[in-house]
């Protein structure tokens, strides 16, 4: 027997028998191997932002990754031209004030805070109040730590909002952690003043740190809100923002996250133990995405969006599906007619038959398992294509 054909007695940490691999990681190489047959699938799940970010942030981009000093590494807690911008940001479209030398820290995207955040706050075998239907990183990055997972429910009869009735029927014992998003991903449901309110006192009144994951604050909304412009939030509360959605940068990875002085400076007490901080032209380019003009994220945000969002509109009734029309955000979301037994029957068909890529809703928890979202991040030659081979799928 070859030495490298030797079996061997090494296992993977238990940990990961808790989760497995990440839906789109799985699925995307099915599509790959469709699209090497020459199946030429268009999708229509992932929200990744298909258009570029401003001129002036590349072109600053650029500039910066010239500089022969601008390549060493940088402060974990982000430059301060950075650190600015954000408490600018929020300044400007909130209201909100932020000291951007204590109550705010950039990230490496969202995904990132949601680990350190943890990591700062929750110890194995303390609780974490999760959404059901909900971005399914919460679940899988708690269990990954040890955490337990404590489901609350959302409903489309209540616009996907917190029951908080049944919040305080539950059992808080040790819970450490609360989970929300708004605008909702993958509901669409709008951020409420009124919710985040509501949220606030629940979180005092519990001793539970509500994190507010806001995202799509932006897209197809001309009011966006924060959690923070509740008062006395900073005390109990953090939320993370994103640079991903509203300014077209999901591959750059910039987030913030933002709250008091001293869960910053937990959450950096972590991050400063795991990263080295991000390359400075991404950092000072951000800075100048932050400074992007109204018209700027009126068409890039609002136009566009709504442009393709009518063609979902008409793919959702082809599919039979219902669906609320005030939702926001970047996908659509929409229940499927009960003729179909599961929400795979028809999003397998979808794909294999009018080779279309659209997320079933399971994924996202059991009370989404009867409803599918379509994603608006696809160029509006490709959605219009997306509804006529559907429409030709279904009419055989």
């Keep these: 027997m070859r030495m490298e054909d030797k079996p061997t007695d090494i296992r993977p940490a238990e940990r990961l028998s808790l989760v497995q691999e990440y839906y789109f990681s799985r699925k995307l190489k099915e599509v790959a191997r469709l699209?090497?047959?020459?199946?030429?699938?268009?999708?229509?799940?992932?929200?990744?932002?298909?258009?570029?970010?401003?001129?002036?942030?590349?072109?600053?981009?650029?500039?910066?990754?010239?500089?022969?000093?601008?390549?060493?590494?940088?402060?974990?807690?982000?430059?301060?031209?950075?650190?600015?911008?954000?408490?600018?940001?929020?300044?400007?479209?909130?209201?909100?004030?932020?000291?951007?030398?204590?109550?705010?820290?950039?990230?490496?995207?969202?995904?990132?805070?949601?680990?350190?955040v943890t990591l700062a706050f929750v110890n194995p075998g303390d609780g974490v109040l999760?959404?059901?239907?909900?971005?399914?990183?919460?679940?899988?990055?708690?269990?990954?730590?040890?955490?337990?997972?404590?489901?609350?429910?959302?409903?489309?009869?209540?616009g996907w909002q917190p029951d908080f009735d049944a919040l305080e029927h539950m059992d808080l014992k040790g819970v450490k952690l609360m989970w929300t998003n708004y605008p909702n991903m993958p509901t669409g449901g709008d951020a409420r003043m009124e919710t985040y309110?509501?949220?606030?006192?629940?979180?005092?009144?519990?001793?539970?740190?509500?994190?507010?994951?806001?995202?799509?604050?932006?897209?197809?909304?001309?009011?966006?809100?924060?959690?923070?412009?509740?008062?006395?939030?900073?005390?109990?509360?953090?939320?993370?923002?994103?640079?991903?959605?509203?300014?077209?940068?999901?591959?750059w990875r910039v987030g913030l996250c933002a709250s008091n002085a001293t869960f910053i400076s937990w959450?950096?007490?972590?991050?400063?133990?795991?990263?080295?901080?991000?390359?400075?032209?991404?950092?000072?380019?951000?800075?100048?995405?932050?400074?992007?003009?109204?018209?700027?994220?009126?068409?890039?945000?609002?136009?566009?969006?709504?442009?393709?969002?009518?063609?979902?509109?008409?793919?959702?009734?082809?599919?039979?599906c219902t669906f609320d029309p005030r939702q926001v955000g970047m996908f659509l979301w929409g229940k499927i007619p009960e003729h179909y037994s599961d929400v795979e029957q028809l999003t397998e068909r979808v794909l294999h038959e009018a080779r279309v890529f659209i997320t079933p809703g399971f994924i996202f928890g059991s009370n989404g398992s009867r409803y599918i979202r379509i994603s608006l991040c696809a160029k509006e030659e490709k959605m219009k294509e997306a509804l006529r081979r559907i429409k030709e799928c279904l009419i055989k």
């Design 35 to 116: 699209n090497a047959e020459g199946r030429d699938i268009i999708s229509l799940a992932i929200g990744s932002p298909d258009m570029p970010p401003s001129e002036a942030t590349i072109d600053t981009l650029c500039q910066v990754a010239r500089q022969p000093g601008a390549h060493g590494y940088q402060p974990t807690m982000g430059t301060p031209e950075l650190r600015q911008a954000m408490a600018q940001f929020y300044q400007r479209w909130y209201g909100v004030t932020l000291d951007p030398a204590t109550e705010v820290l950039p990230l490496i995207g969202s995904k990132e805070g949601i680990l350190h």
């Design 267 to 320: 959450v950096l007490k972590v991050k400063s133990n795991i990263d080295s901080g991000t390359f400075r032209g991404i950092q000072l380019a951000a800075a100048q995405a932050y400074a992007n003009d109204d018209a700027w994220h009126e068409e890039a945000n609002v136009k566009t969006y709504a442009r393709r969002r009518a063609i979902a509109e008409d793919i959702m009734h082809t599919l039979q």
């Design 130 to 158: 999760v959404p059901n239907p909900g971005y399914p990183t919460y679940t899988s990055l708690s269990k990954l730590l040890g955490a337990r997972i404590v489901n609350y429910d959302l409903r489309e009869d209540n």
């Design 197 to 251: 309110e509501r949220l606030v006192d629940f979180a005092r009144r519990h001793g539970i740190v509500v994190v507010n994951d806001n995202p799509y604050s932006f897209i197809l909304n001309h009011s966006p809100k924060s959690l923070l412009q509740v008062p006395g939030a900073k005390e109990c509360c953090i939320e993370f923002n994103s640079m991903s959605k509203s300014h077209n940068m999901p591959g």
